[in-house]
């Protein structure tokens, strides 16, 4: 494992863009159009650069599958953030649906702890040239060291059915459910506390 550097950008694009079609949630996000792949590509570039400020990416060793995990209030927007939402809003969800994803992602914030002492688990996926060769293993061993190591909870959000059942068995539980009906989305709010202790 080792941590993204800026020199990793367009690997770890290439991995979240290949990552994303499969996700119902980011599908809502994206404009649907022609220019979807192109969409994809730049909110992977935000993710990335919205990330790497935290120190929060994180690579396998065969560099095929990636991890974004960060403490959620270790860093406080600058005018460069507001910078690279707004190049967001047009690249990639377009001007008319972003008052509809803005409502969207503060009922989410809303949802999560306010102190934002917590890691929160951004982003998990793997190539398809990597998918059963240990990266996923490897990256989920990476991000709970790094809730021990902190003696923080991990919190995450997703979309997939398939995805709340393998953190199921990983320690995490559903705290909310939010059905977003308009988009035809379940999404499911998840923890796992077992990595924090008393001092």
Known sequence: MEKATKADEELIIDIIAESFPSNPSVLSIIKNDKKEPQRMRWLARYVFRTALKKDGIFLSADRTGVAVCYRFNSHKESLMDYWNQLVLAFTAIGIERIFKVLKRDIYVKN????????????????????????????????????????NLPIYLETSIAQNKRVYERYGFEVYHTWDYKSEGITLWFMRNQKFTHLP
Do not use: I, M
């Open 111 to 150: 949802k999560r702890p306010k102190s934002g002492d917590f890691l929160y688990f951004w982003f998990f996926g793997v190539s398809n040239k990597g998918k059963g060769r240990g990266a996923a293993h490897e990256l989920k061993e990476v991000v709970f060291s790094e809730a021990k190591r902190q």
